[in-house]
């Protein structure tokens, strides 16, 4: 039996900041033989996300931090190489956290099927993956509906778009704000944004203050800071935020003072409700048949930015700080 060898990225040093390519190594590894109930998968693509930026930080979070000389981990959709479980066979695609490596060994516990007739396989990461589930999730915290003016920050990014393109299925006005033109383009023209701006422009309270002059009723945060502070003066009394992300902080040395205007919590008797996407996954069927619908009939657009080979995953997902994507940021393996 042939050996398989595969690449892998392992996580060196704990970031002081922004990440650097100094954080990172890029390792090959030599895979065991296949046992009885192992799955042996090669990945065609792997995410990168913002939040894997929390798991490089020494301390307990949400999830375990990534172990300093390990591989890392991560949403990917492989096909199945060989099998030695009855629940897959050589060909199926599928999704697994086994990202940011070319090859893995898994149990069928770890892995879920899903469909190939459903291209680019690479939505299964993106709209059809946490991402959407991300914004779908998100959107059902607070109840959104019909006739709600929703405000979305980091609307061009891989939870932000969906996020807005859910809320117009659902009959809302959609407002979002992202770091440039060809962004606010893309909201208006392809996501169907109702309004969409710069916030590298002007200050974001003003431009809300201008589009929606009435205020909102739901702000969908993936960035905090000082949008958060702007969305707590824009909402309306009995307003709801969805605490989804806060990447303006992810790279700070030291913890950021919160919104000088927190009090507008009391005032207006806003909810504020944070989001952790594995807290749903008991409704992942529920989401792929709803969301699946939606892009099997066209109504949903799964925007990504890929780029080509593992030796540029450590790059890509510096670039998400830097704004160098528009929709999901993807690696395809080669």
């Not at 929390?54 to 999830?63: A, F, I, L, P």
């Not at 117009?168 to 033109?181: F, N, P």
């Not at 909102?216 to 993936?222: A, E, K, L, R, S």
Request: charged share 25%; with cysteine.
């Amino acid at each position: 039996m042939s050996k398989t060898t595969s690449r892998e990225i392992r996580l060196t040093s704990r970031p002081k900041g922004i990440p650097t390519a100094a954080n990172f190594a890029l390792a090959q590894t030599e895979l065991p033989p296949l046992q009885d109930q192992q799955v042996l998968v090669r990945n065609l693509y792997m995410s990168v996300d913002p939040y894997m930026r929390g798991r490089m930080n020494e301390g307990k979070s949400y999830v375990p931090p990534f172990e300093l000389g390990k591989v890392m981990e991560g949403g990917a959709v492989g096909e199945v190489v060989e099998s030695r479980a009855k629940e897959f066979k050589a060909g199926d695609a599928v999704t697994s956290n086994f990202g940011w490596r070319e090859s893995f060994i898994a149990s069928p516990k770890e892995l879920h099927w899903v469909s190939r007739e459903v291209q680019p396989l690479s939505v299964y990461l993106g709209a059809l993956g946490m991402t959407g589930m991300t914004a779908w999730a998100g959107l059902n915290l607070v109840e959104v509906k019909a006739g709600d003016v929703i405000f979305i920050s980091g609307a061009a990014g891989a939870v932000g778009n969906v996020a807005g393109q859910l809320a117009k299925l659902r009959g809302c006005k959609v407002i979002g704000s992202a770091g440039s033109m060809e962004k606010v383009l893309f909201l208006r023209d392809e996501c169907g944004f109702d309004i969409a701006f710069d916030y590298k422009v002007g200050p974001v309270l003003e431009q809300l203050n201008v589009e929606a002059p009435d205020g909102i009723d739901v702000y969908f945060d993936n960035v905090g800071g000082e949008t958060l502070e702007a969305a707590l003066s824009a909402l309306r009394v009995h307003g709801r935020i969805i605490a989804c992300g806060g990447i303006s902080g992810y790279n700070a040395e030291k913890p950021k003072p919160g919104p000088n205007n927190l009090f507008n919590m009391i005032v207006k008797r806003l909810t504020m409700k944070g989001l952790i996407v594995r807290d749903s996954l008991e409704r992942q069927g529920e989401f792929e048949k709803e969301v699946g619908g939606y892009y099997r009939a066209g109504k949903l657009k799964n925007k990504e930015t890929v780029v080509i080979g593992i030796e540029q995953a450590v790059a890509a997902f510096i670039g998400l700080f830097d704004g160098k994507n528009i929709g999901k940021m993807a690696v395809k393996l080669t």
